[in-house]
């Protein structure tokens, strides 16, 4: 074998890996230079949550994956993807999954575009009782999904206080108005628990707006919603961005709700069914391997092609 293939062999380049990662050691170890100082306390800072990605994100992932190509019901033995073949060819679990894309998609849409006028009213304008409409509109953040969905039971259920007024108003049935349990209500219960998610990162974006520039415009004779569309808009469309980007995986993620209203079967609803009727562990591996591939992967599209400000 000639040297320029033993160089590019798999041994020597296990060799240099290790040689790299040894080296990167002794430099934390033992640091010469100040940038090697900073890098060792980089890692440090870092090394509480790498531990915590390791063993609560990593791990588990890893043994979901295992779990879903597994050829038995019990043990990670083996390998089959007949778990993927039934989730892309069975038509009921794509159904599902385009249950969970429009309603997320479309409740996503109507939240964010709740929240940009929100933001705009809370951060331009100087509200009487700023704090208590703050508090107002961040307080679903801290109810649980089953929570919001009670909360719509009471407002719009058969015996719900807007069902009622709006029947006393029309005279029908309470039963004909009341729409909690349905596709609707379903809906109104994410935009409830998605609004205030869009709203915070709003309202540090029109933290960030250059007042200048507006008043500029102003000046010029150009309408509030003309210095909005051509001066605002534009400094704010990354937030606009990060906004959607977080509330669509909020709402793919949302499960609580559903326990409570069950009217549509979206990918989180199925994943518990799968785990609890029949427990088809396999089946549920698979369901949540690719909730985990299509949310990251779709966040990483997200942030690549955009100049949204927004974890992963």
């Known amino acids: ?96 999954a385009f249950n969970s894309l429009w309603l997320t998609t ?57 069902t009622a007024v709006a029947a006393a108003l029309t005279g029908s049935r309470p039963t004909d108005l009341a729409f909690a349990v349905s596709v609707p209500g379903l809906f109104v219960a994410f935009v409830y628990s998605m609004v205030p998610r869009a709203t915070l990162i709003l309202r540090g974006t029109y933290a960030e707006v250059d007042s200048a520039a507006e008043e500029a415009a102003q000046a010029l004779g150009a309408t509030p919603f003309e210095t909005f569309r051509h001066v605002t808009l534009p400094q704010i469309r990354p937030g606009i961005t990060g906004a959607l980007i977080l509330t669509f995986r909020t709402g793919l993620a949302i499960f609580g709700t559903l326990v409570v209203i069950q009217t549509l079967v979206v990918w989180t609803l199925q994943l518990s069914r799968e785990l609890g009727v029949g427990y088809d562990v396999q089946v549920a591996g698979a369901m949540a391997t690719v909730y985990f591939a299509f949310t990251f992967l779709f966040t990483v599209l997200g942030l690549r092609y955009t100049s949204a400000e927004v974890g992963i």
């Open 1 to 96: 074998m000639s040297d320029r293939h033993a160089e590019n062999s798999p041994l020597s380049t296990l060799r240099a890996l290790t040689a790299r990662v040894v080296g990167a050691f002794e430099t934390v170890a033992n640091p010469v230079t100040e940038r090697e100082r900073e890098y060792r306390r980089i890692v440090a800072l870092c090394a509480p949550f790498s531990v915590l990605l390791l063993v609560a994100g990593l791990y588990p992932l890893s043994e979901v994956v295992r779990i879903s190509v597994s050829t038995a019901q019990y043990e990670s033995v083996g390998f089959s993807l007949d778990a993927y073949a039934t989730l892309f060819g069975d038509p009921y679990y794509r159904r599902v």
């Open 106 to 162: 479309g409740t996503t849409l109507v939240s964010v575009g709740l929240a940009v006028p929100i933001a705009h009213a809370l951060e331009k304008y100087d509200l009487p009782g700023e704090d208590l409409l703050v508090t107002l509109v961040s307080f679903p953040i801290s109810l649980p999904g089953i929570v919001a969905a009670f909360m719509i039971l009471v407002l719009f259920g058969n015996n719900g206080v807007v």
